[in-house]
């Protein structure tokens, strides 16, 4: 108990360091696992060895990896690899050996000499399987010693997957045999091992963006923007880091000072940062795709084959089903299943997108829901689909506000109620629509009711309005 104690001090001391960044504070809970994986492991009595974290790009892996190195490097033999760090010219490929020895050096320099045991000239080795033998030297040393060894891999899916099928086998294998070595990795997508046995012993552990009751329970300087910040920034930890520091350089601190400045400052930052850090490394029709998408909130291959062309046909206009599916599976760490069905962008990335794209884009961002309104009445007009009305609502709703400029914060007014209920009247008697029964009915209210989007933009009347439509009772009402 003691000894626990004192890690959760110590984990606190380092925490305090690290107040002024805010990536650091986000993942509280996160922390607390971590520690408790790595102290399961310490007393024997973990049946998980592999702690995988996961998230896109600026979710703050890197910065958390690092500050468990920090909190460590002096009471364990730890070792970080920054996967990036061996990647090499296309012609010499990736530096496994240079990573092992790297492994290597790193536990040894924190253990005893009287546990260690290493050749001369290994550092020059070339063969595999003796660095990786060098490294359980070391690991049955620690042991001896009675300490575990952390073994932290950041991006540890940039390996590539030949090097990364032998790093599963010869490293992460009798890691879990050895039971005494804690790996925490990396990565943009949940892990799964080929092999059962390490399967077994993986933890996914996701990273997730920073809602505004967190932004502002971590900013108390700036609880009063913490709405606006998380719609600005998505919630993604650097960014908000990147957003805060414009604040402060404009001295804006409270809602009266973010509105004198908003369009400069949201503008300025979209430029600066969102298409330095988020934008400029990705290929052309990437960006494009990714900026389209941000604008929907449930796409499919349905979808996709009927918005993309129309948009970007030099890319996508021989694209047929398989070819769209590869691209969902591409993005995947951009993309999300939704249990509703389809898929979604990141909720954090839509967001920040959504914004970006509305702010520097707006061409763009009215075209895409101009394109999809099309679409979604066009095929209400063939079937109808609970998602096809609701999603038509939405977009028609968004084009409302465009249209009246309410720009990325707009409150809510009598003309949005009444854009959706003439909507509904003007799509609810199509066809087999008036076949509608009560438990479709009900279905649609409890749909709308629910929705975050429209729940408080619709009518409270609007499910009688519906029944009437639907069993032909009103003509040209509201």
């Not at 970080?80 to 050996?97: I, M, T």
């Not at 941000?294 to 206009?317: A, G, H, M, T």
């Amino acid at each position: 108990m003691k000894k626990r104690s004192r890690k959760r001090a110590a984990m606190g001391k380092n925490i305090e360091v690290y107040e002024s960044r805010i990536h650091m504070l986000a993942h509280q809970q996160e922390y607390t696992r971590i520690i408790e994986f790595i102290e399961d492991v310490e007393r024997g009595m973990s049946n998980i060895f592999f702690l995988n974290l996961f998230a896109p790009k600026d979710f703050g892996k890197a910065a958390l990896i690092e500050l468990l190195w920090e909190c460590h490097e002096s009471t364990l033999p730890v070792s970080l690899v920054r996967v990036a760090d061996f990647h090499r010219e296309s012609d010499q490929g990736f530096a496994l050996c240079e990573l092992l020895v790297k492994v290597i050096n790193d536990i040894s320099f924190r253990l005893p000499r009287r546990v260690i045991s290493l050749p001369p000239g290994y550092e020059n080795l070339e063969e595999e399987r003796q660095l990786a033998d060098m490294i359980f030297q070391l690991i049955s040393g620690a042991k001896r010693f009675k300490k575990i060894v952390l073994l932290l891999i950041s991006d540890y899916d940039l390996i590539p997957e030949d090097h990364r099928r032998w790093f599963q086998r010869e490293i992460l294998n009798r890691s879990a045999l050895e039971r005494n070595v804690a790996v925490i990795l990396t990565s943009e997508v949940a892990l799964r091992f080929e092999n059962l046995e390490i399967r077994m012993r993986l933890e996914n552990l996701e990273l997730l963006e920073l809602d505004p009751k967190i932004i502002s329970q971590v900013l108390p300087k700036y609880a009063e923007l913490a709405t606006k910040i998380y719609r600005i920034t998505g919630g993604l930890p650097v960014l908000i880091e990147d957003f805060v520091e414009q604040l402060e350089t404009s001295q804006v601190a409270t809602s009266a000072d973010f509105q004198a400045h908003s369009q400069e400052l949201v503008e300025k930052y979209y430029r600066a940062y969102v298409e330095e850090k988020v934008l400029a490394s990705l290929a052309s029709t990437t960006r494009k795709t990714l900026l389209t998408l941000s604008l929907l909130r449930r796409f499919d291959v349905k979808v996709l084959r009927e918005l993309l062309p129309q948009l970007l046909p030099d890319s996508y206009q021989d694209y047929g089903v398989a070819d769209y599916l590869d691209l969902i599976d591409r993005m995947q760490s951009w993309v999300q299943w939704r249990r509703q069905g389809g898929y979604m962008l990141n909720p954090a990335f839509r967001i920040m997108l959504q914004g970006y794209t509305l702010t520097i884009k707006p061409d763009l961002y009215e075209r895409v829901n101009r394109v999809i309104v099309s679409l979604y009445q066009k095929w209400l007009e063939r079937e109808y689909r609970e998602h096809y009305l609701i999603e038509l609502l939405y977009h028609i709703l968004v084009l409302h506000r465009f249209n009246e400029k309410c720009g990325l914060f707009p409150v809510q007014d009598e003309m949005n109620q009444a854009t959706l209920v003439e909507e509904l009247q003007e799509y609810l008697p199509i066809g087999d629509l008036r076949r509608l029964g009560e438990v479709e009915l009900d279905s649609l209210r409890n749909s709308l009711e629910q929705d975050p989007d429209l729940k408080d933009r619709i009518s409270g009347e609007f499910q009688p309005v519906i029944e009437n439509l639907v069993n032909g009772r009103v003509e040209g009402a509201y």
